[in-house]
């Protein structure tokens, strides 16, 4: 009797491919309870598409890969109108994880959420340093090599091009393999202290310029300070070239 009252205890509840599942009186409850439910196949459609709307919105056109780093369980729900909100807290992260939030409401009420975190990876042909390369040394096509890589900072300036480099040179220590970014280089030095030098200026519409000493080396468009060799007054000026200063007025 003991044994027949088990048996009645469970219900056969699904037949599947000649698998036979059983479920116990306490599972069917819950499930009656919980009719619907949210897969993690569905959790990971809703978020992958509202990263990639994200991606569109910023009008980013390099290559990416999504890949789906943590997911939570299926979700079940009661009875009612389900409806799914989808939110980025903190926009897209390139560099570590991107949190997607995914809110249940069930006729119009909060209900769940779940979290699933992304690394979302951009790629581009960017210029990377064939050798360590040292700084103010100038740089020549050979020092770099175009090459598709995974950009470490989405919003970095890489350098794509060669002719981008001109005739900068390295304002750091670059490490072979490194991504060349526009921040890494810098115009090389033009003026050396104690070089000689002309200062130019505007006086009452005219240019004037006499003889003077660099007391600073400097780049160009760098501020620097110079000696008027006829007064020995001590100025400021900008570096146009390798021998001009500009004197503002």
Known sequence: MR????????ILCVLWGGCLLWLSPVCAAAAARYPQSISQDYMAGLATE????????AQETRRHELRLVRQPQAMRLPAGQLICEVELPHG?????QTPVVIKAYVDDQFYR??????QVRLYAPVLVATHDLQLERA?????????????????????TDVKELGDSVPIRFIKGGTLITRNMLTTPIVVQSGAPVKLVTQLNGVAVQTEGV???????????????????KVLRGKVIDATTVEIAN
């Open 50 to 57: 509202k990263i990639e709307q994200a991606l569109a919105a």
């Open 214 to 232: 660099a007391m600073q080396r400097g780049r160009r468009g760098a501020i620097i300070r110079v000696r008027n060799a006829r007064s020995g």
């Open 3 to 10: 044994q027949l009252k088990i048996i009645g205890a469970v």
């Open 139 to 159: 740089l020549t096509a050979a020092d770099v090599k175009c090459e598709e890589r995974c950009l470490e900072n989405a919003q970095a300036e890489y350098l």
């Open 113 to 118: 959420q779940a979290v699933l975190y992304y």
């Open 92 to 96: 897209l992260n390139f560099s570590g």
